[in-house]
């Protein structure tokens, strides 16, 4: 989830301030600061069980700057645990830990930052349970007037510590390009020359991250379950249902503050500009300065446990498999065409056009590209993961 995102919306002060009474009476009010501001640091991180590398970005949003955020380079960051763990800059304004490490049960956790010559801390966090991912099914469905896949989870715990959760979800899908070629055409000392085709441009596969925040709270349930969640809906015409689509979900059991700040922060994603030069407040975390309490920070710093799960599901277990399939290209925008060989030429060194046959009198027939070079669309390497 990508904080920034949601932090560049915005709309009058009341409208901020009746969505912080929104939050339901079992979950603890964060406030929202109403104060005009010039600039504030932005924190987006938090720590899991899993092992690996853990990630800290950084950044200032300022209230004049109406380009996004500006990365935050230099600064010294450590989480404190049972031990220690220091955290590098791996590219401007992100820091990733040195060794990898799993939060454990029972300890508490501390983000410590120095950045230009400013302290910051945060509250100690533990780990708030542990829970699975039970099911994950995919339906045909009909959704707020589309039809469409849905994909949906299902999942019951026994623990009574794990009762608020946040889902990620990263999609990966084959696809093909309009036509299959077997040649190419390349410039050969200026002329346009018939050669075999020089890479994979048929298949290819296109990978995207999570951008909403999705939550799920069963603290008012009698069973810690969570029943029939959407986690994403595809549109028939998506691309991404034309052959192959994989979904791998991950589910983070966060604490009762990190649920709130979460919650309000969903609410705000559905605003217009947070921050410009008229914002009115800021979203307030667990995060502050040291030695000045009043300078805006945002961001939440949170220790959860993690669950993954993956579905897989073809075109054909919804659709007709003789049916038209979505594509990125609509097949009008294909059709072949023969140029004059000067526009030939200066089609190809632009690398606008592709071949698509030859004439009986040798004049070359091409199409757009993007009809035949998936590569235009995603990567023609299959990911390590991937099942057929």
Not at 212 to 219: K, R, V
């Given at each position: 989830?990508?904080?920034?995102?949601?932090?560049?919306?915005?709309?009058?002060?009341?409208?901020?301030?009746?969505?912080?009474?929104?939050?339901?009476?079992?979950?603890?009010?964060?406030?929202?600061?109403?104060?005009?501001?010039?600039?504030?640091?932005?924190?987006?991180?938090?720590?899991?069980?899993?092992?690996?590398?853990?990630?800290?970005?950084?950044?200032r949003v300022y209230a004049i700057d109406s380009?996004?955020?500006?990365?935050?380079?230099?600064?010294?960051?450590?989480v404190i645990g049972n031990r220690e763990f220091i955290f590098q800059e791996s590219e401007?304004?992100?820091?990733?830990?040195?060794?990898?490490?799993?939060?454990?049960?029972g300890v508490n956790y501390q983000l410590q930052i120095s950045a230009n010559g400013e302290e910051y801390e945060s509250t100690p966090m533990q780990l708030s349970g542990s829970s699975s991912i039970g099911v994950l099914q995919a339906n045909r469905i009909e959704y707020s007037g589309e039809n469409g896949v849905a994909i949906t989870l299902n999942n019951q715990s026994t623990n009574e510590s794990a009762n608020y959760y946040r889902y990620e979800y990263v999609e990966t899908f084959k696809f093909n390009s309009n036509y299959f070629k077997v040649n190419d055409l390349i410039l050969v000392d200026g002329q346009p020359v018939e050669v075999p085709k020089?890479?994979?441009?048929?298949?290819?596969?296109?990978?995207?991250?999570?951008?909403?925040?999705?939550?799920?709270?069963?603290?008012?349930?009698?069973?810690?379950?969570?029943?029939?969640?959407?986690i994403k809906f595809i549109p028939s015409d998506s691309p991404s249902l034309s052959n192959r689509y994989s979904l791998l979900v991950k589910q983070y059991v966060i604490s009762r503050e990190a649920y709130t700040y979460y919650e309000i922060l969903e609410e705000l994603s559905g605003l217009d500009n947070v921050?410009?030069?008229?914002?009115?407040?800021?979203?307030?975390?667990?995060?502050?300065?040291?030695?000045?309490?009043?300078?805006?920070?945002?961001?939440?710093?949170?220790?959860?446990?993690?669950?993954?799960?993956?579905?897989?599901f073809d075109y054909e277990d919804f659709y007709d498999p003789e049916s038209i399939r979505p594509r990125f290209v609509p097949y009008a925008s294909c059709e072949a065409s023969l140029p004059s060989t000067a526009t030939l030429i200066a089609q190809l060194?632009?690398?606008?056009?592709?071949?698509?046959?030859?004439?009986?009198?040798?004049?070359?027939?091409?199409?757009?590209?993007r009809c035949v070079d998936c590569t235009r669309f995603g990567s023609n390497v299959k990911p390590e993961f991937w099942e057929d």
């Open positions: 989830m990508k904080l920034i995102k949601f932090i560049l919306k915005y709309k009058k002060t009341f409208f901020l301030l009746a969505i912080a009474m929104l939050i339901v009476s079992c979950v603890e009010e964060i406030p929202l600061e109403s104060e005009g501001f010039e600039e504030a640091i932005v924190i987006e991180g938090s720590i899991s069980n899993e092992l690996k590398q853990h990630e800290i970005k950084l950044s380009t996004g955020p500006s990365a935050l380079s230099g600064a010294d960051i450590r401007p304004g992100v820091y990733v830990s040195r060794d990898s490490f799993a939060a454990q049960p020089q890479k994979e441009e048929y298949t290819c596969y296109q990978t995207n991250k999570s951008q909403e925040i999705i939550l799920s709270n069963t603290n008012s349930l009698s069973e810690d379950s969570v029943n029939d969640l959407l921050f410009t030069q008229s914002q009115p407040g800021f979203l307030a975390g667990n995060i502050s300065n040291i030695n000045n309490p009043e300078e805006k920070v945002i961001g939440y710093f949170d220790i959860s446990s993690v669950s993954t799960k993956r579905i897989y060194e632009q690398d606008i056009v592709r071949w698509s046959t030859t004439t009986p009198s040798g004049a070359f027939m091409v199409v757009p590209t």
